[in-house]
C-alpha cells in the first residue's frame, strides 16, 4: 500500500507534466502538433479531474490508466525538439516511478518491453538516444519491483504472526485471568465465607451460652491464622515464576520444598539428567507445570504423600506428579485429546502443554489418588 502522500504528489506530477506537454506542441508547433495537442490536453484535464476530486486510490492504477501514461510518454517523444527530449526523458522517470510502486513487476516489464519496440521502430529524434537510458533504468525498475514485492509479501507474513500472537496472547491472558478467578473462589473467598458464617454462629451463642461461644471464638481464630497461610500462598503463587541461576533442577527443587514447607504434605522429587537451561522460556514453562501440578495437590487431593520425577528420555522431558489423595471425580486413564474433548483435567496445565507440543496421561483413581505423567519434547 503507498502512503496517499505519495500518491497524491504523483497525481500532481502527471497534470503538470501534461500541462507542460500541451504547452510543448503549443508554443513548438509541428506536423499534426495540434491533433497532438489536443489529445494530450484531454489527458491533461482528466488528471487534473482526478486531483481535484482527491480520489487518488490504488484502484485509479490500473491497467488502463498505465497504458495512458505510457501512450503520453510516447506522445511527449514524438516531439522533434531538445525541449521534447528533456521533457519525454522527465516522462519515463514518471511513468516507471507510477509503475514500479503501483504495479507488479510484470507490468513494469512491460512497459519497459514497449519502450525499447517505440524507440527501435519508430526512431523519433532526438529522443532516440533515449533507448540505452530506456532499457537500463527499466532493468532497474524491475529489480527494484521483484524485491519490492518480495519485502511486502514478508511484512504480509511479519503481520500475520504479529495478529496471531496477540490473539494467542490474549487467549493466554483470559486463560489465566479465569484460573485466578477459579483459585481465588477454591480458596480465600471459601475462607471468607466460612469466617463469616461463624461470625454468626458466635454471634448467636453469646446471649446463650458463652463457654461455647468462647471454644467457637477460639476455633475462628485458628482459622483466621490458616486464612493468613492461605493467602500468603496464594499471593506467591500469583506471583511470576523465574528460573534461576543454578538451573531448571535447582528451581524445580525450591518449588518443592516451598510446596512442603507451605502445605505439610509429604513430597519427594527425583530428578534424573535435566538439562542446564536458565531463563529460558521453556524451562519457565516446565517449572510453571510443576507448581501448578502441586498446587492442585494441595487445593484438592487431601494428599498425604506426593511423589515428583522429572526425567530425560532421549529428546523428551519426563513429568511425573503422584499423590495418595482422594483423586478426580472421574476414574480411569486419559490422554491430553480425551482430557480437551471431555473438558476434563486441569485447564491451564492442559494448554501450557499444547503450547509446548508436548503430551500428558492423567490417572485417576478415586479414594486412592491420582498420577499425571507429561512428555515435553525438549
Not at 486510490?57 to 503520453?72: I, Q, S
Not at 523519433?124 to 519485502?151: C, N
Not at 537451561?277 to 516446565?286: I, K, P, R, W
Not at 504423600?305 to 529428546?315: D, I, M, S
Request: proline letters at 4%.
Amino acid at each position: 500500500m503507498v502512503p496517499y502522500l505519495w500518491r497524491r504528489h504523483l497525481g500532481i506530477l502527471r497534470a503538470l507534466l501534461a500541462v507542460l506537454c500541451v504547452l510543448l506542441y503549443l508554443l513548438y508547433p509541428v506536423p499534426a502538433g495540434p491533433a497532438i495537442a489536443l489529445v494530450i490536453g484531454v489527458f491533461a484535464l482528466y488528471s487534473i479531474f482526478i486531483l481535484l476530486r482527491d480520489n487518488i486510490e490504488n484502484r485509479n492504477y490500473r491497467l488502463p490508466m498505465l497504458a495512458l501514461d505510457v501512450t503520453f510518454f510516447f506522445a511527449c517523444a514524438l516531439h522533434p525538439t531538445q525541449e521534447g527530449l528533456w521533457l519525454s526523458t522527465i516522462c519515463y522517470f514518471y511513468v516507471l516511478c507510477i509503475a514500479s510502486l503501483m504495479y507488479e513487476w510484470k507490468a513494469v516489464a512491460g512497459v519497459v518491453l514497449l519502450s525499447v519496440l517505440f524507440f527501435a521502430v519508430v526512431r523519433p529524434v532526438p529522443t532516440v538516444l533515449l533507448w540505452p537510458t530506456v532499457l537500463m533504468t527499466g532493468v532497474f525498475a524491475v529489480v527494484f519491483t521483484i524485491q519490492k514485492e518480495a519485502f511486502q509479501f514478508r511484512l504480509s507474513a511479519a503481520l500475520r504472526r504479529s495478529v496471531l500472537s496477540r490473539l494467542e496472547a490474549e487467549r493466554a491472558r483470559e486463560s489465566e485471568r479465569e484460573r485466578i478467578a477459579a483459585d481465588f473462589h477454591d480458596g480465600p473467598l471459601q475462607s471468607f465465607i466460612s469466617f463469616q458464617m461463624r461470625l454468626e454462629i458466635i454471634r448467636k451463642l453469646l446471649g446463650r451460652d458463652r463457654d461455647a461461644a468462647l471454644a467457637e471464638l477460639h476455633e475462628l481464630q485458628e482459622l483466621g491464622k490458616s486464612q493468613v497461610s492461605e493467602l500468603r500462598s496464594f499471593v506467591r503463587n500469583m506471583q511470576p515464576i523465574e528460573v534461576d541461576d543454578a538451573g531448571l533442577q535447582a528451581s524445580v527443587r525450591d518449588v518443592v520444598n516451598t510446596f512442603e514447607r507451605e502445605c505439610g504434605i509429604a513430597t519427594t522429587l527425583a530428578c534424573r539428567d535435566l538439562p542446564e537451561l536458565t531463563g529460558t522460556d521453556f524451562a519457565m514453562e516446565v517449572l510453571q507445570i510443576v507448581r501448578e501440578a502441586l498446587n492442585n495437590v494441595r487445593k484438592h487431593s487431601k494428599a498425604s504423600r506426593v511423589n515428583v520425577t522429572l526425567e530425560v528420555r532421549g529428546k523428551t522431558i519426563e513429568i511425573s506428579i503422584e499423590d495418595d489423595g482422594s483423586g478426580f471425580p472421574f476414574s480411569g486413564s486419559y490422554s491430553l485429546d480425551e482430557l480437551e474433548l471431555l473438558r476434563l483435567g486441569p485447564r491451564s496445565i492442559k494448554r501450557r502443554i499444547r503450547t509446548l507440543g508436548g503430551d500428558l496421561t492423567l490417572e485417576s483413581r478415586p479414594t486412592h489418588g491420582a498420577g499425571l505423567k507429561i512428555r515435553i519434547p525438549t
